[in-house]
């Protein structure tokens, strides 16, 4: 039960994968707390990466990783690339996948069902199925669930729809599935229910109130205002484009100055100012 983080991808300004940069965020999120970083998610930018950076940044994350868990993300169409990444995935010392549905393609229930089976049967470390249907156009459904609940390696979702209901049809699946949120507001309803926690984007610049009221729920303390302040904190930096938002508000905690990659902008100076007066308020 805690805090995984979404993490983001760190750019160089010439576009390169900014190593140096990484290996200092990881060891900010051990020190405040995180159980582990989910690296080239969707706050990592993971569609923006070849299948070559992915493996780079698979890599740089066991490196630097100290006891956090790694789970390597992988948002993919192509079900070549998908096998491919879970070997290189183990290959580097990862500890789990998250899998997001094939995008693009209005694919089938059987087709899903398909691909899942083809990298659970592949992999050799646990899966994480991601739902983040308004992303992918697929959510990851009960029937879904059904067809691979029996899988050995099928070991959680991360639901990032935003829904209460599409939670509660998760967390009927616990304890045989772990179920992770999205969504940093369901925090408390997530691990009230039984559920793991939250793999989160907004952990990356708030992670230290998170962690604590996942421990302060594991030793039945109220965890209410700290709920209230984490729903601050998302409303004030979900009002701007992300991954920008993180990577804006991450530099004024003292990281450098990192870039996000085409199609995707970084924040204007307009943007970056109000950012700055609204996290002021959270912080």
């Given at each position: ?15 390169g ?7 200092r ?10 159980q582990g ?8 930018e993971?569609?923006?990466?070849s ?27 192509s079900?070549?690339e998908?096998l491919?990444?879970a070997r ?12 997001a549905?094939p995008?693009?393609?209005?694919a089938s ?25 308004q ?6 459904t ?14 959680g ?19 045989r ?14 691990l009230?229910?039984?559920g793991?926690g939250?793999?989160?984007?907004l952990?990356?610049?708030y ?7 996942c421990?302060a ?14 729903d ?5 930096i979900d009002?701007f ?9 991450l530099?004024?905690a003292?990281?450098p ?8 902008v970084?924040?204007?100076e307009?943007?970056?100012r109000?950012?700055?007066?609204a996290?002021?308020?959270?912080e």
């Amino acid at each position: 039960m805690g805090v995984h983080v979404a993490s983001i991808t760190p750019f160089t300004a010439d576009g390169g994968i900014d190593a140096p940069y990484f290996a200092r965020l990881l060891a900010h999120f051990e020190a405040h707390g995180a159980q582990g970083v989910v690296v080239a998610g969707s706050t990592g930018e993971g569609p923006s990466l070849s299948a070559p950076e992915k493996v780079q940044l698979y890599e740089l994350a066991v490196q630097a990783r100290g006891n956090l868990q790694v789970t390597a993300g992988m948002l993919v169409c192509s079900l070549d690339e998908a096998l491919y990444l879970a070997r290189q995935a183990h290959k580097a010392g990862c500890h789990a996948l998250m899998v997001a549905p094939p995008f693009y393609y209005p694919a089938s229930l059987d087709g899903l069902v398909a691909f899942y089976r083809a990298v659970l049967d592949a992999s050799r470390l646990p899966v994480i199925l991601y739902n983040i249907p308004q992303r992918t156009r697929h959510k990851i459904t009960p029937p879904l669930l059904d067809a691979l609940l029996e899988h050995p390696n099928l070991h959680g979702v991360k639901d990032s729809s935003g829904s209460v209901r599409s939670m509660n049809q998760f967390l009927k699946y616990a304890p045989r599935l772990r179920v992770w949120v999205g969504e940093e507001k369901l925090l408390i309803k997530c691990l009230q229910r039984g559920g793991a926690g939250s793999i989160s984007g907004l952990a990356n610049v708030y992670l230290t109130r998170m962690a604590r009221l996942c421990e302060a729920f594991q030793r039945g303390e109220a965890c209410d205002g700290l709920q209230s302040l984490i729903d601050a904190a998302a409303d004030a930096i979900d009002a701007f484009p992300a991954p920008a938002n993180f990577k804006h508000a991450l530099r004024l905690a003292g990281f450098p100055e990192t870039h996000v990659r085409l199609p995707l902008v970084n924040l204007s100076e307009t943007q970056q100012r109000a950012l700055e007066t609204a996290w002021r308020a959270v912080e």
